[in-house]
C-alpha cells in the first residue's frame, strides 16, 4: 500500500477545523474494527476520524508505505509499471484507492472574478479567522456548503448562500439518526447494477447533512432563520457582477418532492418490516422556504462580498494514471470496481458497488467483492 503522506492523510490534511463525520460513531466501522466509546450516536471529529484511522491500521497489519507518491502507473505486458518518488515497483494488479474528492471542482468562470475578491476552496479552508471581514458568498449548498455557510454566519458575517441542486434531509426521522434509516431500510445498500440510472447517482451531491452535538438539522430553513441570503445557483461572471440563475422555487420543491419520497420508502420499510410500533409517528417538513425576491446578480466590485468559498464539489486526480480508463470528464471508468484493463481494480469511488461506497461504512462489503475479483484473476493467470 503506497500513500504519498500519512496513514489517514486526507483527514489529517484536507479537512477544516470545526469538520466532524455527517455520519454518526455507530456507522463508523472497518472489518474488524468498530466504536466503542461512550457516544455511538454522535459525530468523530477529524482529529478521531484519523486516530480510528490510524488504529485500523494497527490492528489489520496494513503493509502501508508512507510518504511515497505515485507518479505514474502504466500497462506493461503482463502487468502494470509503477513509478514512485522511492523507485520503481512492478506489480501484476494495481487496485486505485486514491481518493474521489483529490480536487476542488471549481467553475471556470472563477478566472472572471475580480481580484480583491479572496477565493477559497474546502481543502484549503480551515475556519472563519482565515477569511476577510465582510461578506462571504459560498457556492453550493451540500452538505461542505451549508456546514461552511453555517459557521461563517456564525462568526458574524453577512453570508450569501448560491444554491444549485441539492439533497435535502432531516437529521433525526421519527426519533432515529437519518441515517439510521438509510441503513436499515436497505436504501444504502442497493447496489449499482440496481440503480435506474447510474451516472446520475454517480453525480448525487452529498446530503445536507452535519454532525452536531444537538443533532440538529441544517437544511436550507435553518439557514434562513439565521439569516443566510439564499441565491440561485451561479451561472456566469459579466462586468465583475455574479450572474446567478432564477427557478428557486422549482428547484427547492424539486428537493423536497425527493424527501419526501424518500421519507415513505422509509415508513413503508417501517411498516413491513414491524418497526412501525417502535418508531415514533411518521413526520414530515415544512417546504423548503423560498426568499420573497431572491437577487439575480450581486456586484463583486462593490465591497460587499470579501470573500467567495467554493464548495462545488470535489474530483479525483488521475493525473498520474496513464493507462486509457479515464473518461472525458475525469471519471475513472469502471464497472463495479473493475477497470476496463486487466487487473486494474478502484475502490471508494462514488456508487462503486453499492450506495454506500465512498462513506466509510461502505468500503466493507465493496472491498471483498472487489478483491474476490483480483483474486479470480490471479488464480485464472496461474
Ligand atoms: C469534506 C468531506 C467530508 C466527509 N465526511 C464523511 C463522513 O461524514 N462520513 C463518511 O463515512 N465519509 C465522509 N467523507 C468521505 C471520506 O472521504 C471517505 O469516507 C474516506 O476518507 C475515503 O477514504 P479513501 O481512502 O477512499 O480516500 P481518501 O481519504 O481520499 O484517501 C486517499 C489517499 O490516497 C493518497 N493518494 C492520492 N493520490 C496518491 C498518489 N498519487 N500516490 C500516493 N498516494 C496517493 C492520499 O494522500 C490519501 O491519503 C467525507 C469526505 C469529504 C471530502
Same mark, same amino acid.
Given at each position: 500500500?503506497?500513500?504519498?503522506?500519512?496513514?489517514?492523510?486526507?483527514?489529517?490534511?484536507?479537512?477544516?477545523?470545526?469538520?466532524?463525520? =455527517?455520519?454518526?460513531?455507530?456507522?463508523?466501522?472497518?472489518?474488524?474494527?468498530?466504536?466503542?466509546?461512550?457516544?455511538?450516536?454522535?459525530?468523530?471529529?477529524?482529529?478521531?476520524?484519523?486516530?480510528?484511522?490510524?488504529?485500523?491500521?494497527?490492528?489489520?497489519?496494513?503493509?502501508?508505505?508512507? &510518504?511515497?507518491?505515485?507518479?505514474?502507473?502504466?500497462?506493461?505486458?503482463?502487468?502494470?509499471?509503477?513509478?514512485?518518488?522511492?523507485?520503481?515497483?512492478?506489480?501484476?494488479?494495481?487496485?486505485?484507492?486514491?481518493?474521489?474528492?483529490?480536487?476542488?471542482?471549481?467553475?471556470?468562470?472563477?478566472?472572471?472574478?475580480?481580484?480583491?475578491?479572496?477565493?477559497?476552496?474546502?481543502?484549503?479552508?480551515?475556519?472563519?479567522?482565515?477569511?476577510?471581514? %465582510?461578506?462571504?458568498?459560498?457556492? %453550493?449548498?451540500?452538505?461542505?456548503?451549508?456546514?461552511?455557510?453555517? $459557521? =461563517?454566519?456564525?462568526? &458574524?458575517?453577512?453570508?450569501?448562500?448560491?444554491?444549485?441542486?441539492?439533497?435535502?434531509?432531516?437529521?433525526?426521522?421519527?426519533?432515529?439518526?437519518?441515517?439510521?434509516?438509510?441503513?436499515?431500510?436497505?436504501?444504502?445498500?442497493?447496489?449499482?447494477?440496481?440503480?435506474?440510472?447510474?451516472?446520475?447517482?454517480?453525480?448525487?451531491?452529498?446530503?445536507?447533512?452535519?454532525?452536531?452535538?444537538?443533532?440538529?438539522?441544517?437544511?436550507?430553513?435553518?439557514?434562513?432563520?439565521?439569516?443566510?441570503?439564499?441565491?440561485?445557483?451561479?451561472?456566469?461572471?459579466?462586468?465583475?457582477? !455574479?450572474?446567478?440563475?432564477?427557478?428557486?422555487?422549482?428547484?427547492?420543491?424539486?428537493?423536497?418532492?425527493?424527501?419526501?419520497?424518500?421519507?415513505?420508502?422509509?415508513?413503508?420499510?417501517?411498516?413491513?418490516?414491524?418497526?412501525? !410500533? $417502535?418508531?415514533?409517528?411518521?413526520?414530515?417538513?415544512?417546504?423548503?422556504?423560498?426568499?420573497?425576491?431572491?437577487?439575480?446578480?450581486?456586484?463583486?466590485?462593490?465591497?460587499?462580498?470579501?470573500?467567495?468559498?467554493? !464548495?462545488?464539489?470535489?474530483?479525483?486526480?488521475? %493525473?498520474?494514471?496513464?493507462?486509457?480508463?479515464?473518461?472525458?470528464?475525469?471519471?475513472?471508468?469502471?464497472?463495479?470496481?473493475?477497470?476496463?484493463?486487466?487487473?486494474?481494480?478502484?475502490? %471508494?469511488?462514488?456508487?462503486?458497488?453499492?450506495?454506500?461506497?465512498?462513506?466509510?461504512?461502505?468500503?466493507?462489503?465493496?472491498?471483498?467483492?472487489?478483491?474476490?475479483?483480483?483474486?479470480?484473476?490471479?488464480?485464472?493467470?496461474?
Amino acid at each position: 500500500m503506497l500513500e504519498r503522506g500519512e496513514v489517514a492523510n486526507s483527514w489529517r490534511r484536507e479537512r477544516w477545523d470545526s469538520l466532524r463525520l =455527517l455520519t454518526p460513531n455507530w456507522q463508523s466501522r472497518l472489518p474488524g474494527l468498530r466504536y466503542e466509546g461512550p457516544d455511538p450516536d454522535g459525530y468523530m471529529t477529524a482529529g478521531e476520524v484519523t486516530e480510528f484511522i490510524e488504529r485500523f491500521a494497527k490492528v489489520s497489519r496494513a503493509p502501508v508505505r508512507t &510518504g511515497v507518491n505515485v507518479t505514474s502507473v502504466r500497462h506493461t505486458g503482463d502487468g502494470y509499471q509503477v513509478s514512485t518518488s522511492r523507485g520503481e515497483i512492478h506489480a501484476r494488479t494495481v487496485v486505485i484507492a486514491s481518493g474521489a474528492c483529490n480536487q476542488p471542482a471549481v467553475p471556470r468562470f472563477s478566472d472572471a472574478v475580480p481580484a480583491p475578491v479572496e477565493q477559497l476552496t474546502p481543502l484549503r479552508y480551515r475556519g472563519p479567522g482565515q477569511l476577510p471581514d %465582510g461578506g462571504v458568498l459560498v457556492v %453550493g449548498a451540500s452538505a461542505t456548503g451549508v456546514q461552511l455557510a453555517a $459557521e =461563517l454566519r456564525r462568526s &458574524g458575517r453577512p453570508v450569501t448562500l448560491s444554491v444549485g441542486e441539492h439533497v435535502r434531509l432531516p437529521r433525526t426521522y421519527r426519533g432515529r439518526d437519518v441515517l439510521w434509516w438509510m441503513d436499515e431500510s436497505g436504501v444504502w445498500d442497493q447496489r449499482y447494477d440496481e440503480v435506474e440510472d447510474l451516472t446520475r447517482a454517480r453525480r448525487l451531491p452529498s446530503p445536507q447533512l452535519a454532525g452536531t452535538p444537538e443533532r440538529t438539522t441544517l437544511d436550507l430553513n435553518a439557514l434562513t432563520s439565521m439569516g443566510v441570503e439564499l441565491v440561485g445557483r451561479w451561472a456566469a461572471v459579466r462586468d465583475g457582477r !455574479a450572474l446567478f440563475s432564477g427557478g428557486l422555487r422549482n428547484m427547492f420543491s424539486l428537493a423536497d418532492l425527493k424527501m419526501e419520497r424518500l421519507l415513505d420508502t422509509f415508513d413503508e420499510w417501517a411498516k413491513t418490516d414491524g418497526y412501525d !410500533a $417502535e418508531a415514533g409517528p411518521p413526520e414530515r417538513f415544512a417546504p423548503t422556504r423560498v426568499p420573497e425576491s431572491a437577487r439575480l446578480q450581486l456586484d463583486l466590485q462593490s465591497g460587499e462580498i470579501r470573500a467567495i468559498v467554493w !464548495a462545488t464539489g470535489f474530483r479525483p486526480d488521475y %493525473g498520474w494514471l496513464h493507462v486509457p480508463v479515464v473518461d472525458a470528464k475525469g471519471q475513472l471508468d469502471h464497472e463495479g470496481g473493475v477497470a476496463g484493463s486487466p487487473g486494474l481494480y478502484a475502490l %471508494g469511488l462514488p456508487v462503486l458497488r453499492r450506495r454506500r461506497s465512498t462513506f466509510i461504512c461502505g468500503i466493507e462489503d465493496d472491498a471483498r467483492e472487489v478483491i474476490e475479483h483480483l483474486a479470480r484473476f490471479l488464480a485464472a493467470r496461474r
